[in-house]
């Protein structure tokens, strides 16, 4: 048992409440993704247990995400802008799902 | 597969004791991918209802702030989200699934969330804090939620390849080797037979 932080990476202006809420806010440009990476990077090892990254950011560093995916700790966790969503956090769950199943079962359930 | 074997007495019985080990294997892991797969069947439907309506809330929540921006101005905003009174603890410990270290989230929280005084900020400023911090806990348990689905994933897929290299490659060629060296002693024997018969017919003659 051990206590650890939160963090939330994003744009300026999608991240700024989070700051109120006492978690550990890295506002960084949405075009500058390999900031993002480096931060992530170095949360790694200061033990965050929760990195919440816009969903814009993540995807482009969707690739160097997914090292993190299927490590205990940190949970990364894509959340949406103040864009709103563009659907790429339900589309890595669907994704998780497909992997373990072997088929895509969200999609039978819509039908 | 038969894998290039003496067939001999010796080698049959070695074989044979290798089915057993593989067939009990075979059971446990399947066993073993059934219990995983029922986990994260359960978990699948908890999350996707969970992660539609976390998006929904977080968007309102963000909205909120684009109002309050209208309102107020970027600095004075920024100053007053700037020194936050609230102070966030999580709690981390971890449950096991079979042999996956699954983390527990714990969210305890101190102090209220307003961090700033009446004089300077709009109200629009407050409701919007007050709805992130409502979806926030939620946020935790999504965070939670969503590690334990990519841990459970990441096993089930090996598992899945080890109990398909099980069934599929190393039983049916034990099988068949086993099988081979059955026939081939079978045979040996059938034709030492036939010899001995036909000694002791000339033997006789």
Do not use: W
Not at chain 1, 88 to 103: C, H, N, P, S, W
Not at chain 2, 78 to 88: D, Q, Y
């Amino acid at each position: 048992m051990s206590t650890s932080n939160i963090a939330v990476i994003g744009d300026r202006d999608s991240v700024l409440g989070f700051k109120a809420l006492g978690t550990a806010v890295f506002p960084i440009c949405n075009d500058r993704p390999q900031e993002a990476l480096d931060i992530i990077e170095k949360l790694c090892h200061e033990r965050y247990a929760v990195v919440f990254i816009t969903e814009p950011i993540a995807q482009k560093i969707e690739t160097e995400l997914s090292r993190y995916r299927y490590r205990t700790l940190p949970s990364i966790v894509l959340i949406p802008n103040n864009q709103g969503s563009i659907g790429l956090g339900r589309e890595r769950v669907r994704d998780t799902v497909k992997r373990a199943v072997g088929i895509d079962i969200f999609r039978e359930e819509a039908k | 597969m038969r894998s290039s074997t003496h067939a001999t007495r010796m080698e049959l019985l070695r074989l044979r004791r290798r089915l057993g080990v593989a067939l009990r294997g075979y059971k446990l892991l399947k066993d073993k991918q059934d219990e995983l797969m029922k986990q994260f069947m359960e978990l699948i439907g908890k999350i996707r209802e969970m992660r539609e309506e976390t998006e929904k809330h977080l968007v309102q929540a963000f909205q909120g702030f684009l109002l309050a921006s209208a309102v107020m101005s970027r600095e004075e905003m920024e100053g007053a989200l700037a020194f936050p009174n609230k102070i966030v603890n999580l709690e981390v410990k971890t449950r096991r699934v079979m042999n996956l270290q699954i983390p527990v989230l714990n969210l305890q929280a101190e102090r209220p969330v307003y961090c700033y005084g009446c004089a300077n900020t709009s109200g629009e400023l407050d409701i919007a804090l007050s709805n992130l911090d409502i979806i926030f806990s939620t946020m935790i348990v999504l965070a939670e939620r969503e590690k334990a689905l990519e841990l459970l994933a990441a096993e089930i897929e090996k598992t899945r390849r080890r109990v398909n290299a099980l069934e599929y490659i190393l039983i049916p060629d034990l099988r068949e080797t086993i099988k081979y060296i059955e026939l081939k002693l079978s045979e040996l024997e059938r034709s030492n037979l036939t010899r001995l018969m036909r000694i002791k017919e000339i033997i006789a003659g």
